[in-house]
């Protein structure tokens, strides 16, 4: 797949007002991405908000642009390497030198093992893990100069709790927190900060695409021991914004002495895991 890192521009009373830090968030027009950019731009952040799905993406960028927030739309697809540059170069001349890196963009393709193709298996991997490492490579070369960002990659608790009909996601997952973890390990002696944000079930499209009728929500909250799956003890699902207030927290400088670590945004569900 191949993309072009083309911007649209903020409306014309935004440009020019400059907030002093920039975040690029991809996966910017699905639930999660979508709250950690609206937050991020509420608290005065100007943000390059990514996503391949171009439609999706331009709505969430006027909708925020109707509530007067300096958000900046940057169709690109994660998974290819020229375009991931191409991305970086744009937003750093257009909006501002990154600081913040948020790596949001998955997908989930749900199924047993056995049902598994090799297509859905490369791509979940393609997405999931491959955008996180082309992203934060493309991104961490530019702040190491700085010396300074911090860079949160949002996972899953699948990536440490086996789930059934989930293995190819959970493994992607696990791999995306892996590579977070080690960048992290890596890029420390230049300031930047590498941490992971798992989310359990979390009230999104990913979700609801799970559920097969109306009761699709109690029984996530209740559990199937027929999948060896605890419910969740909070007794409720998470909202995007639950998922994003812990993202803020570890961009934050309240975080600024925290990094390689994984944070568990789930209510219970995988037992502190």
Known sequence: MTSTASATEPPPSEQGSGPARVALVTGAAGGIGRAVVRQLAEQGTAVAAVDRDGDGLRDTVAELHRAGLAVTAYPADVTDADAVEA??????????????????????????????????????FAVNAGGVFLVSRAVVARMAPRGRGALVTVASNAAATPRA?????????????????SLGLEVARFGIRCNVVAPGSTETPMLWSMWQDNDGRARTVRGNADEFRVGIPLGKTASPEDVAAAVLFLLSDRAGHITLHGLTVDGGAALGV
Do not use: C, I
């Open 87 to 124: 991305l970086v170069d744009a937003v750093e001349e257009q909006t501002g030198p990154v600081e913040y890196l948020v790596n949001a963009a998955g997908l989930l393709h749900l199924g047993e093992v056995a049902a598994t193709s090799p297509g859905d298996w490369a791509e979940m």
């Open 165 to 181: 009909r989930m293995a190819g996601y959970g493994a992607s997952k696990a791999a995306a927190t892996m590579f977070t973890k």
